[in-house]
């Protein structure tokens, strides 16, 4: 383009034609100030670029272009790593690439010579071999490895990232190899448990007790032993199991108990036995047999006709042992008696095999049978409690209070949302309130005085929860029962003061630590899965204040839809990938989501930490392989019958303490502490305590959170966020947008929030913030649909809202049809199209205003100036309506009329110039 007098300034469209752009893009650019020098000669013509700006923007323009060159996009990075381009976001975030730019849309843009530190620093490995590698080349376990440490056993070994582990040089891979041939005539303990399809431990064992002698240490404390020592040693042992048989057997071939076949070993009566160990037990000669059946003939006296022994009741009664039928016998059965036999002087519980049989079917009568087997619904609850108070004999004193105590265990055994497990437990604590009360009421509920409710309470023989479901119903009577002789209100209190221990930071971190070791846990884990649940079950503790029976009863079952994990061999040889344990963590999140937390009702929540995601997807996979492997129903069984295994913590000892309450005391209170002395939204620390908690009750967390900061910040905090109720947060998001979080003291900010509650309920804002967002997505405003109407009808709507003559179906709004509703199915009126709430009419009006004032000021066609001028008309119509309602004052705090009034008068001013500029051309 040639410098002259014509071209010195050109014009938007010849700039958009220039760089092949539409005009808005170049607007944008003028507001960005990428042309500082241009301007607006007239309305007519618009604005005027200069050409020296347009060369300067086009060298810029050029260098961007010319510097993406030496960039690289996310995608350009994941093909040339040949990693997907969620991992290359990932190392952006946690700093693995070290520095990165954005380019004009604000995508991530990396220099390439940055990208290739990271392809060396992460990616690359030539001349190294993972650990999983190395172990499957030389025959060893990780766990191995990570007993004696990876550095020990090769030196050189490298950790570059947590997420890839060790790297391993080939050299010092080759080194182990020439330094540890197995000797001629030698054998590995793995080669000798694979061999007689035994675990290694039993090997060991055998060494450490000199079993097999002629060992030595082979690769640090691995053990390698003499190949013909151990086919001896083994092929004895094979010997011997085809000469002896145990106890089991023994006792099975005979016919009686095992106690019996011990008493006799005890006794001495068998001569030929050897004990192998205390998990094996004593073997016994198979030639003894004949020898152990005679003594049990003789012994067995010949009993009267109908009589069975003990052994016979134990089979009848399926109880879990010949002592536990001996106590029935004793106890329950009238015609049972000793006696003795001729042979030995032994002595012997018999009775009638018809009333064993008879006591059986009594058992079976006395059993309440829930509707599904294996399940206890609420249904279920009420027809137990109502079958077991159909055998309690009633005094007639009693009569009506046991009726009302039977309505108020019914009504809240329905309304229960608790477990199966919890719910059965409730429904025997009500049936044995209701037992204490029949022995204990000196008369009727209705008759009791404050003095005899208190002496009920006050007797220290109750159980607490007797005394806490006794409350329960007094309350019940209060509210439903006419003509009660008590008048004070009960309630149960929990001393807040018990059980506030927590975990120190340094026993916290040792858990954390001992959870994320794969390598440590993943061998037990695949082959007990008591061991797997209860690395699910810590893991879960660390990072959500779940109650043990949500983790127990709520963890999901895992789908491996997309994933390559057919059965536990998976993890044999493999690891989860981040990709794909993020996929688990993912769908284990979504599924909790959908979950009830069984004591509050409120919506599961499920955290995760970064760090945890592999470890956690880990352990939960092989769970649920055990799960499907024994057709379990829930993926923590072993949790729910037995507890922790004790396993998970025999290398740390020290941890094996472990308690959920005390871990969720714990988690709650560091996250509390964290989040509350954090920079930023501090104020959201009792709020984030309470999500991760699952509570519904604002007072409910503060039982969990431990206050112990010496300075009093957090006592202040905790008192300030209390101060500031449920929904504090609403108000102090509010607050946000006006000012930043750091202008306030605390104290300052919570006295501001508390003010705005004052003024404005949640409901309140609710219908605001409904109104506001339909509002956002229509074109039109309200005052734009409102300026359509006749002048008339217009006139008469806005008197009749401004006087709430057109009151909507909720508060602090009006409805434009009313009386007419659009949608009467509807129970609320948020998100109804017609919902106006007053002052937001105000506020676009005020809007309108400045819109038609800009369009006229802006366009070149007088049909759209004229357009504006009525809409104008319309809302000042409007406006003066508004005033005589409310008032000059009120208005105006909706309304900014000495703006509208200076906008107004650049307008007519601007027309001055324009006229006068007209008439000189003329």
């Known amino acids: 383009m040639e410098l002259n007098d014509q071209n010195l300034y050109i014009s938007v469209t010849e700039v958009s034609k220039l760089f092949s752009i539409n005009r808005s893009t170049v607007l944008k650019l003028i507001k960005k100030d990428e042309f500082p020098n241009c301007f607006i000669n007239s309305k007519q013509e618009g604005y005027r670029i200069p050409v020296t700006d347009i060369e300067a923007y086009k060298e810029k323009v050029t260098k961007i272009e010319d510097a993406k060159k030496d960039f690289l996009s996310i995608s350009e990075m994941a093909e040339i790593s040949g990693c997907t381009n969620e991992k290359i976001r990932s190392d952006l975030r946690n700093g693995k690439i070290k520095k990165f730019s954005r380019d004009e849309n604000n995508n991530y843009i990396v220099h390439k010579d940055i990208f290739d530190e990271y392809i060396k620093e992460h990616i690359e490995r030539n001349g190294f071999l993972t650990l999983n590698e190395a172990c499957e080349r030389l025959s060893l376990s990780k766990l191995t490895i990570h007993t004696y440490g990876p550095r020990k056993v090769f030196p050189n070994a490298i950790i570059r990232n947590q997420t890839e582990g060790y790297l391993i040089p080939i050299s010092d891979i080759e080194d182990y190899e ?81 106690d019996t076949i011990r008493s006799y070993i005890k006794k001495g009566l068998i001569n030929d036995c050897i004990l192998r160990s205390n998990s094996e037990g004593y073997l016994i000669n198979r030639l003894e047999i004949d020898k152990i059946k005679e003594i049990y003939s003789q012994e067995r006296l010949q009993l009267p006709t109908g009589y069975i022994f003990p052994e016979d009741v134990m089979q009848l009664l399926e109880t879990r042992s010949v002592q536990r039928a001996r106590e029935i016998i004793k106890k329950h059965m009238k015609s049972a008696k000793k006696v003795t036999n001729g042979f030995n002087n032994i002595e012997y519980w018999i009775v009638l095999e018809s009333e064993v049989i008879q006591y059986k079917q009594k058992l079976e009568n006395d059993r309440f049978i829930p509707q599904s087997p294996g399940e206890f619904t609420i249904i279920d609850a009420v027809n137990k409690y109502k079958f077991e108070v159909d055998k309690i004999s009633i005094p007639l004193k009693l009569a009506q209070t046991v009726k009302i105590y039977t309505e108020y265990a019914c009504q809240k055994l329905a309304e229960s949302e608790a477990r199966a497990e919890t719910l059965s437990k409730k429904t025997a604590y009500y049936i044995k309130t209701l037992k204490a009360l029949i022995k204990h009421l000196p008369k009727s509920i209705k008759e009791m005085t404050d003095e005899d409710i208190e002496s009920f309470l006050n007797n220290e023989s109750q159980p607490k929860y007797v005394k806490q479901y006794f409350i329960g119903f007094v309350q019940y009577c209060s509210e439903n029962i006419e003509d009660c002789n008590f008048f004070n209100r009960y309630a149960t209190f929990n001393d807040p003061n018990t059980d506030t221990d927590i975990y120190s930071l340094e026993t916290f971190n040792k858990y954390y630590n001992h959870v994320i070791d794969i390598e440590l846990h993943i061998e037990k884990a695949i082959k007990y899965k008591t061991y797997a649940q209860a690395w699910v079950y810590v893991i879960m503790h660390l990072m959500n204040a779940w109650r043990s029976g949500d983790i127990i009863y709520g963890l999901p079952t895992i789908d491996f839809v997309d994933l390559p994990i057919k059965d536990l061999t998976f993890f044999e040889n493999n690891r989860l990938r981040k990709e794909e344990a993020r996929l688990i963590v993912n769908q284990v999140h979504i599924k909790v989501g959908q979950m009830k937390i069984s004591k509050t009702g ?20 092989i769970t649920e392989l055990h799960r499907r492997k024994y057709n379990d129903k829930l993926m923590l069984t072993s949790i729910r019958a037995n507890g922790i295994n004790k396993m998970f913590f025999e290398k740390k000892l020290e941890l094996s303490g472990f308690h959920s309450v005390k871990m969720n005391r714990t988690l709650i209170t560091y996250f509390f502490h964290h989040v509350s002395e954090s920079d930023g939204d501090a104020h959201l620390s009792y709020e984030a305590a309470q999500i991760l908690r699952s509570h519904l009750n604002e007072d409910t967390t503060k039982v969990y959170i431990k206050f112990s900061s010496p300075q009093g910040t957090l006592d202040s905090m905790a008192f300030n966020i209390c101060e500031r109720g449920h929904f504090g947060w609403v108000y102090n998001t509010m607050i946000n947008l006006v000012l930043h979080q750091n202008e306030q003291k605390l104290e300052d900010r919570t006295s501001l929030i508390k003010s705005l509650s004052e003024k404005y309920k949640v409901n309140e804002l609710e219908t605001y913030s409904s109104f506001l967002l339909a509002e956002r997505i229509k074109k039109e405003s309200l005052a734009l649909r409102l300026s359509k109407l006749p002048k008339e009808d217009l006139k008469r709507l806005i008197v009749k809202i401004f006087r709430g003559e057109m009151p909507a179906r909720m508060a602090f709004a009006q409805c434009l049809t009313y009386p007419e509703c659009k949608s009467p199915e509807r129970t609320t009126c948020i998100g109804c199209e017609n919902l106006i709430p007053t002052e937001y009419l105000l506020f676009s009006i005020s809007e309108q205003i400045e819109t038609s004032l800009y369009k006229i000021y802006n366009s070149e066609f007088e049909w759209d100036k004229e357009r504006e001028k009525h809409f104008l008309k319309q809302m000042f119509l409007l406006m003066n309506e508004a005033i005589v309602e409310k008032g000059k004052e009120y208005v105006e705090t909706f309304i900014d009329r000495k703006r509208i009034k200076k906008l107004y008068g650049a307008i007519l001013k601007d027309r001055e110039v324009k006229q006068i500029d007209n008439s000189e051309k003329g």
């Not at 086919?231 to 042992?237: G, I, S």
């Open 602 to 621: 409120a919506l599961g929540q499920f955290l995760c930490l970064d760090s945890l995601v592999e470890p956690f997807a880990t352990a939960i996979s």
């Open 178 to 258: 020439n330094k540890n041939v197995i000797p001629e005539g030698y054998v590995t303990v793995k080669q000798i448990a694979e061999k007689y399809k035994l675990h290694p431990e039993t090997i060991r064992g055998l060494i450490r007790n000199n079993v097999l002698k002629n060992h030595k240490k082979y690769v640090k404390d691995t053990y390698i032993v003499l190949a013909s020592e151990a086919e001896d040693y083994f092929k004895d042992m094979l010997e011997i199991k085809e000469k002896y048989a145990n106890i089991d057997e023994v006792s099975q071939i005979i016919g009686c108990n095992k």
